[in-house]
């Protein structure tokens, strides 16, 4: 296939690029950024109408990864992310309909959740509300159940759990997977969302707002400084190697000539292993050979609890299975190039 990757020269973008090759396709980027040599390159925003319809000449199938991620400084970024997720998604899709290419890879994300799965042991499944800032103040960063306040159980949630977005950027996923669908449903295109969970790797953007917490824990050891771990460093996240992540979207590209015409298809995207960030913080430390993380009690109110999901669709439908452990893959990370 010969496959436009919005977003290409970017973290996932470039090991998108990388499998596409290894996997004897033909891979376009469209980017801002300059992808790696060899690799032939539209130089463009993801808004800018003429320049994507000028690059799905000759294109099967889109891998669209472009986007503005992470929670960013505050509200004052929503134009931002709004312009970039969602206005960017449906300049894509209006080419896409005009060229007549049918098929889509969507780089989804697992924060359209918002809190992951937990059982009450009285009323069974339930869905907690957004943590009260008090509650945080306090330490008290468990939800507890909504009906009687009890603990709760954190378990694996799945593709059919209600969308529940906590903050702009997660709203801006979940706003990319309905104008998918929109277009499917219009045009009889075929898409696929991969909801990814908390990614890491080679090339993770380093010292930005908008980076993941393996990147900030990765750069202040860098620095000689503890990683600093926000609440009680239990929150439990699903970390998945880059390198997964672009096998996943090898797959589902090798999957959409047969899936259902007219429709959007969601898959989560993870190791199926959870861990909490402290875990994480540790194991990074360890290989680094830096100073312990520092568990400092801080919040952010756009941050959720637990997010573990499962990642059985994706395995038993796609085939599909991740080939980089925790242990390994963060020992990897400690010692990896960032950008």
Known sequence: MRVLVTGGAGFIGSHVVEELHAAGHEAVVLDIARPAPGVPWIRADIRDAGAVAGALAG??????????????????DAADYVGVNDLGTAVLLAALADAGVRDLVLAGSMVVY????????????????PRAEADLAHGRFEPPCPRCGAALLPGLVDEDAPADPRNVYATTKLAQEHLAAAWARSTGGRAISLRYHNVYGDRMPRDTPYAGV????????EAGRAPRVFEDGAQRRDFVHV?????????ALRALPTARPGALRAYNTGSGEPHTVGEMAQALATAFGG???QITGEYRLGDVRHITASSDRLREELNWRPRTG???GMT??????LR
Do not use: I, W
Request: glycine letters at 12%.
């Open 214 to 221: 393996a990147s900030f824990f990765r750069s202040a050891l």
């Open 332 to 337: 990897r990370f400690a010692k990896s190039p």
């Open 59 to 76: 294109v099967d199938a889109v891998c669209h990864q472009a986007a503005m991620v992470g929670l960013g400084k505050g509200f004052a």
């Open 243 to 251: 390198e997964d992540v672009a096998t996943a979207n090898v797959a």
């Open 291 to 293: 100073p312990a993380p």
């Open 326 to 328: 925790f242990t390994e």
């Open 114 to 129: 918002g809190e992951g799965r937990y059982d009450c042991p009285r009323h069974g499944r339930v869905r907690p509300g």
